[in-house]
């Protein structure tokens, strides 16, 4: 399947899958961010990509972000959805400084991966009760 994509930035390359059994593909930074400690940045994606009908883009971290450099994602996750792809929606990676020191991001540093995922809207229809016995709360499995 093909997905269009727009590059900012044409002296980066565009992101790529690094293996043959990849599922995600490397989002780069556009230009050179500082993030100071305890705060959050955001960081270009260099890249403004259109989701194709039923298909949403998922901003992950790469699992070696927090180790090499003390940055996680405040919100778990980032979506992109099907109708953020006009000429100021360039890919911004939302990420939280968690060390007590100054943390550089490079130009052209990989620093979010991108995984595209199944959806679709549904109609929601409200019931006045949820018509089942509870199997219990959170945590109730262990």
């Known amino acids: 399947m093909k997905v269009e994509i727009f590059r900012i930035d044409e002296s980066l390359p565009l992101p790529k899958?690094?293996?043959k059994g990849s599922f995600a593909f490397d989002f780069l930074a556009r230009?050179?961010?500082v993030i100071q400690p305890h705060?959050?940045?955001f960081v270009s994606g260099n890249v403004i990509v259109k989701c194709p009908e039923n298909?949403?883009?998922l901003i992950l971290p790469r699992s070696s972000t927090p180790r090499k450099k003390s940055l996680v994602f405040?919100?778990?996750v980032g979506l992109i959805d099907?109708?953020?792809h006009g000429e100021k929606d360039e890919i911004l990676i939302q990420v939280l400084n968690f060390s007590n020191e100054p943390v550089t991001v490079e130009k052209g540093e990989r620093i979010a991966q991108g995984l595209f995922v199944k959806a679709e809207q549904v109609e929601l229809d409200e019931v006045h009760t949820p018509g089942e016995i509870s199997r219990g709360g959170f945590g109730s499995t262990d």
């Open 17 to 19: 899958y690094e293996t």
């Open 31 to 33: 230009k050179e961010i």
């Open 39 to 41: 705060e959050i940045g």
């Open 55 to 57: 298909l949403a883009l």
């Open 74 to 76: 405040p919100h778990s």
């Open 82 to 84: 099907q109708d953020y």
